[in-house]
């Protein structure tokens, strides 16, 4: 009787192990696991040069964004610029130039810093171009689409200029659509309420 206990408890052991084992040959290898990984835990290449740690941005919300420079959304880049500027002691706006989208993003790393500083004037901090999308996804995109997922939003980056609200603890807050502008007076009655969503967070 003990050893047929023995011998079902073994079994059962090896079935168990098979599944595991076959679970994790499933996973998709180009995924990460993020466990008790937050956003502070990254640091991306600059777009110029040097290091972006998001630890250093601890006690602001934080909104990350993937940009382009030949979208119709390029022009978005003021409208970011102004917002950096107007709340820059509660904010802090990171770009990410990403050539996922329309192959709007094609230039090098030095092209793109040079048209955003001959074209729009930004000064805030802008990492080097990433994959936000497919098969060579950034590690932070991965985890940004994860939060977002934790929070409702499944697959939310359709374009290029789309948003994602982090709060003072580097904790996700929402995500704002790549066609809406956060600027005040907004004409469309969607951006504007974005927009109001906006102020909410940071006042």
């Given amino acids: 009787m003990m050893y047929l206990r023995k011998k079902n408890q073994m079994k ?64 978005q880049y003021d409208d ?16 990410f130039p990403a050539n996922n989208f329309g192959g709007q993003e094609p230039g090098s790393n030095g092209e793109i810093a040079e048209f955003c500083k001959k074209n729009y004037g930004v000064t805030f901090p802008m990492a080097e171009k990433v994959s936000v999308a497919g098969s060579d996804i950034a590690p932070i995109y991965q985890y940004i689409l994860a939060e977002a997922q934790k929070h409702g939003f499944n697959n939310p980056i359709e374009w290029n200029f789309t ?26 009655p969607k951006g504007r309420k974005s927009y109001e969503e906006l102020l909410k967070y940071l006042n």
Wanted: net charge positive; proline share 5%; glycine share 8%.
């Fill in 12 to 75: 059962k052991i090896i079935i168990a192990s098979g599944a595991l084992l076959l679970f994790s040959f499933m996973l998709p290898h180009n995924k990460q696991v993020f466990i008790d990984k937050t956003l502070y835990d990254f640091k991306v290449p600059g777009l110029i040069g040097g290091t972006i740690d998001f630890s250093k941005f601890q006690g602001k919300k934080i909104l990350i964004v993937n940009t382009a420079s030949k979208c119709g959304n390029t022009p």
């Fill in 80 to 95: 970011l610029e102004k917002l950096y500027e107007k709340y820059k002691t509660k904010l802090v706006i990171v770009g």
């Fill in 163 to 188: 948003k994602f609200l982090f709060d003072e603890n580097g904790k996700f807050l929402t995500v704002f659509n790549n066609r809406t502008r956060l600027i005040p007076d907004n004409p469309d």
